[in-house]
């Protein structure tokens, strides 16, 4: 079937440090691949996207790369700020189902 | 431009009673769906629509219905609320289709229930 399978949190982190939140995922199409954040007390937004093997989404600092040998798409970001605290979602959709799969999410906190 | 919009944005029910969540978007979306949101259980498709006149179950569709009144609108029915329903739901909207597979989803602010 289709799933996202994402690291579980909190993640904890001090500003200025390396993030990087792990998410594979199985799919029995072809998927696109998205990362959205949630600040709290609001809905989730479209952080960035990938459409195809070995594309790189990126936006305000956080990449992610598609990869097909591993079923990955890790978001990483080489310096975090305060601001960046949120819940962190990991979703597929697959070419032929409308439907969208999400991972469970990953809560990270970013101290000064 | 207002996106996708909830109303509305807390509600709290006593088990038994019934409601509706408005949604709608400004986005000329076909697809439109309902989720809900539990801690350590991510977002749940409760029933979505790939267009105006259909609707169809998502993972979690018992003790729901919906109505996709127009291209415009799509709403969430509770008949008989129960405390198991107490969640966030949001409301979301996509350009989802065969050539455009790859558009991703657009979430309104959601709705805070409590059902006591």
């Known amino acids: 079937g289709n799933s996202v399978t994402q690291m579980e949190g909190p993640v904890t982190l001090s500003e200025e440090a390396f993030l990087t939140i792990n998410c594979t995922y199985t799919a029995t199409g072809y998927p696109s691949l998205f990362w959205y954040v949630q600040y709290p007390g609001e809905g989730l937004q479209l952080l960035l996207k990938a459409t195809k093997a070995d594309d790189k989404g990126s936006n305000k600092g956080f990449e992610a790369t598609y990869r097909k040998e591993t079923t990955s798409f890790h978001l990483e970001k080489g310096s975090v700020q305060v601001s960046d605290s949120a819940v962190y979602f990991c979703?597929?959709?697959?070419?032929?189902?409308?439907?969208?799969?999400f991972g469970s999410g990953t809560k990270l906190n970013v101290k000064p | 431009n207002a996106g996708v919009t909830q109303t509305p944005k807390f509600q709290v029910l006593k088990t038994g009673q019934s409601m509706t969540l408005q949604c709608a978007q400004d986005m000329n979306h076909n697809s439109m769906y309902w989720y809900r949101q539990d801690p350590g259980m991510g977002l749940r498709l409760i029933y979505y629509?790939?267009?105006?006149?259909?609707?169809d179950k998502g993972e979690v569709p018992n003790g729901y219905n919906v109505s996709r009144l127009n291209k415009r609108e799509f709403s969430l029915r509770l008949e008989s609320a129960a405390p198991s329903q107490t969640s966030v739901y949001f409301c979301a909207s996509s350009d989802w289709g065969r050539s455009t597979y790859n558009s991703p989803l657009h979430f309104g602010n959601g709705t805070r229930l409590t059902v006591t």
């Open positions: 979703a597929l959709s697959v070419y032929n189902f409308n439907k969208f799969y």
């Open positions: 629509s790939a267009s105006e006149g259909t609707t």
